[in-house]
C-alpha cells in the first residue's frame, strides 16, 4: 500500500489525563481524537498470548478496540488506522519465543491478520521494544518476510486492499550493540517509526528525553544521530518516520522532607502528559525554556525538573524530518497532547510550502 506521508501518533486507553483531576485513568478517549490532524492512528496496544502465539486485545479494551476505527473516521474518513502489538511492558520472550520458528510465526501472523480484519483496521504495527541479540533479530526479519508474504495472500483471497504493515524500532539501526535486519525491514515493511525519545527517564541521570541533537555529547543518543545510522545502514528516507514525545520525565532535585512535600505529581515511574505539565507551568508559574541546541524543552516546578517537547521542539522536528525527505512523522501518544496544540502545531509545519533551517542542522 503507498503511502505519500505520515503524520501520525498512537493512542493508548491508559494514557489520557483527567480533565478535573490531571491522573492518569484507564478510560477511553478515542471519540475525542481530532483525526483530521492526522494521516495514520495507531492503536496501542494489542498483547501476545504465549501460550497459543495469538494476539489478543484485553478484555478491559475490547468495546475501544472494536469501536476504534468507526469512530476516529467519522471526523476523517480518510484517516488510517492500525493496531500496534507490543509495546515497552510486553512480554519480550514470548516475542523471542514466537520468533523462532515458522509455525509459531505463522500462528501470529494469521492471528494478527484476522484481529486487523476484524477489528476493521488499515494494517499492524509491530512494537517488539526490542530483539536483543543477533538470533532474535535474524528471526525478526524471518517474521516480517513471512508476515508481508501473508499480507499479500491475505489480499488476494479476500479481493480487499493489504494490510499497511510497519514496526516501532530503537532511535539506532543497532540496539545494544546488535544490528537490525536492514534488507528486512526495507523490503518487507511500509515503513518504521523510530523511537527517537526516552533516551533518558527519571531513573536514569538527567539528560534531554527526546534530543534531536547533542553537540556536547557526541556519543550520547539523538534523533539526528540515530537517522544517519539508519540511512548509512541502507534504510531510504521514505521509509523512516521520525518519533516525537507528548510525554515528559521528571527529576527530583531536593532531599529530605521539603522535596517531598514541593515534589510534583507524575506516574509511578516518573513520566507526565504534557497537559499536566502545561497545568503545572501554571500553577508553579514556572519558566518553560527551549533548548535549541538539543531541540527539547524543560522547566523546574517545586523540587522537580521537568524535560519534555513543547510547541517550537515540536514544530522543528517535523521540519527536520521534512526538509530529511523522510515519510513523515509519528507522537506518542495523542491523549496526552494539551487539546491538540501539539498535533496541530505538528500537522501545520509539515504542510507548511516553506520550511526555514531547523536549529542545528550544522552538527
Given at each position: 500500500m503507498y503511502t505519500e506521508v505520515v503524520k501520525a501518533s498512537y493512542w493508548f486507553p491508559d494514557g489520557a489525563s483527567s480533565p478535573t483531576t490531571g491522573s492518569v485513568v484507564p478510560q477511553s478517549s478515542a471519540v475525542l481524537i481530532d483525526s483530521t490532524l492526522f494521516t495514520h492512528l495507531f492503536c496501542a496496544f494489542a498483547d501476545l498470548d504465549p501460550q497459543t502465539n495469538s494476539v489478543v486485545v484485553s478484555g478491559a479494551y475490547e468495546q475501544e478496540f472494536s469501536n476504534f476505527t468507526k469512530i476516529v473516521k467519522k471526523k476523517n474518513p480518510h484517516v488510517q488506522t492500525?493496531?500496534?502489538?507490543?509495546?515497552?511492558?510486553?512480554?519480550?520472550?514470548?516475542?523471542?519465543?514466537?520468533?523462532?520458528?515458522?509455525?509459531?510465526?505463522?500462528?501470529?501472523?494469521?492471528?494478527?491478520?484476522?484481529?486487523?480484519?476484524?477489528?476493521?483496521?488499515?494494517?499492524?504495527d509491530l512494537a517488539w521494544?526490542?530483539?536483543?541479540?543477533?538470533?532474535?533479530?535474524?528471526?525478526?526479519?524471518?517474521l516480517l518476510e513471512q508476515w508481508r508474504e501473508a499480507i499479500e495472500d491475505d489480499a488476494e483471497r479476500t479481493e480487499r486492499m493489504p494490510l499497511i504493515l510497519t514496526a516501532a524500532v530503537y532511535y539506532s539501526p543497532v540496539y545494544d550493540s546488535v544490528s537490525y535486519p536492514i534488507r528486512e525491514i526495507k523490503n518487507f515493511l511500509d515503513w518504521v517509526n523510530l523511537i527517537a525519545y526516552d533516551f533518558y527517564s527519571s531513573s536514569t541521570t538527567i539528560g534531554s528525553p527526546a534530543a534531536l541533537f547533542d553537540p556536547s555529547n557526541p556519543k550520547g543518543p539523538c534523533g539526528d544521530s540515530g537517522l544517519k545510522e539508519w540511512i548509512k545502514a541502507g534504510l531510504p528516507a521514505k521509509k523512516a518516520v521520525l518519533g516525537f514525545p507528548y510525554v515528559g520525565w521528571t527529576w527530583s532535585l531536593g532531599s529530605g522532607n521539603d522535596a517531598a512535600t514541593s515534589r510534583v505529581a507524575t506516574s509511578a515511574e516518573g513520566s507526565i502528559n504534557y497537559d499536566q505539565i502545561k497545568r503545572l507551568i501554571v500553577d508553579h508559574k514556572a519558566r518553560p525554556v527551549f533548548d535549541s541546541t538539543v531541540v527539547g524543552d524543560y522547566c523546574f516546578a517545586g523540587t522537580s525538573l521537568i524535560g519534555y517537547d513543547d510547541h517550537q521542539s515540536v514544530v522543528a522536528k517535523v521540519k527536520y524530518a521534512k526538509q530529511k525527505g523522510l515519510l513523515g512523522y509519528f507522537s506518542w501518544h495523542v491523549g496526552a497532547d494539551d487539546n491538540f496544540g501539539l498535533s496541530r502545531a505538528a500537522s501545520q509545519a509539515w504542510d507548511a510550502k516553506e520550511t526555514k533551517t531547523t536549529s542545528g542542522d550544522n552538527h
Open positions: 492500525l493496531l500496534s502489538i507490543g509495546g515497552r511492558n510486553a512480554d519480550k520472550s514470548a516475542f523471542a519465543s514466537m520468533a523462532s520458528n515458522p509455525t509459531s510465526r505463522k500462528s501470529f501472523i494469521w492471528s494478527a491478520i484476522s484481529s486487523a480484519r476484524y477489528y476493521r483496521f488499515d494494517g499492524l521494544e526490542y530483539p536483543k541479540d543477533d538470533v532474535e533479530m535474524r528471526n525478526f526479519g524471518q
